[in-house]
């Protein structure tokens, strides 16, 4: 089975700050490879598909990058908004798999 | 509009049985994957198995084969994510979730989340 770990698991930072988040594939898993951004209380939301590639709406503050097995997720100019839990989530033709998760606060 | 609308929430005891749906509307049922998310707070998401609504095709997740049963009802366009035997383990927030945009890969849209309380 493919483990996926991501760290910090969690970090605070300001308004406008640019913070990255780091997923880990335990094999080679190529840039099949999302991030997920989820509030308290609500569903999931896609942000960020193939590692790299936006989900149409989601602010360009947002982008990743990565394959094999090491992946990165930034926010650029934070916004009060963002503070969520994110996912990784890797897939493969046996199942998906969800990184542990960041919490993001704003100080 | 794609929308995926899951049932209210249900608290349960153990050893009792239950099923949960989640109702689709806005795209054709039968072209696209059904998935079931559970999320324990404080202990992430893993994905529980995804039906084919063609032909109720269901590939699983291992370490959830055995204890639920998926499964869907073409005409009313809703799967659904049974029990017959409740554990206390199994009190989570259950999400169903479809890859329409991207795929049998990917998960872009994604019902409200069903909590499921099981307590004696």
């Known amino acids: 089975d493919i483990q996926m770990t991501q760290s910090p698991s969690s970090l605070s930072a300001s308004v406008g700050d640019r913070i990255t988040i780091t997923c880990q594939a335990s094999q080679d898993i190529n840039t099949y490879l999302n991030w997920f951004q989820q509030k308290p209380g609500k569903a999931p939301k896609l942000l960020i598909y193939d590692a790299s590639k936006l989900e149409p709406q989601v602010p360009s503050r947002f982008s990743g990058s990565g394959s094999g097995t090491e992946f990165t997720f930034t926010i650029n100019n934070l916004q009060p908004e963002d503070t969520a839990t994110y996912f990784c989530q890797q897939y493969d033709i046996v199942k998906f798999t969800f990184g542990p998760g960041t919490k993001v606060e704003i100080k | 509009e794609v929308q995926l609308v899951q049932s209210g929430a249900e608290l349960k005891k153990p050893g009792e049985s239950l099923r949960i749906s989640c109702k689709a509307s806005g795209l054709i049922f039968t072209s696209v994957w059904i998935s079931w998310v559970r999320h324990v707070p404080g202990k992430g998401l893993e994905w529980m198995g995804k039906?084919?609504?063609?032909?109720?095709?269901?590939k699983s997740n291992p370490s959830f084969q055995g204890h639920v049963t998926i499964s869907v009802d073409k005409s009313a366009t809703t799967a659904y994510l049974q029990w017959s035997t409740l554990e206390a383990s199994d009190s989570a927030i259950y999400y169903c979730a479809t890859g329409y945009n991207h795929g049998p890969y990917y998960f872009d849209y994604w019902g409200q989340g069903t909590l499921v309380t099981v307590s004696s």
């Open positions: 039906i084919d609504p063609v032909n109720s095709y269901v």
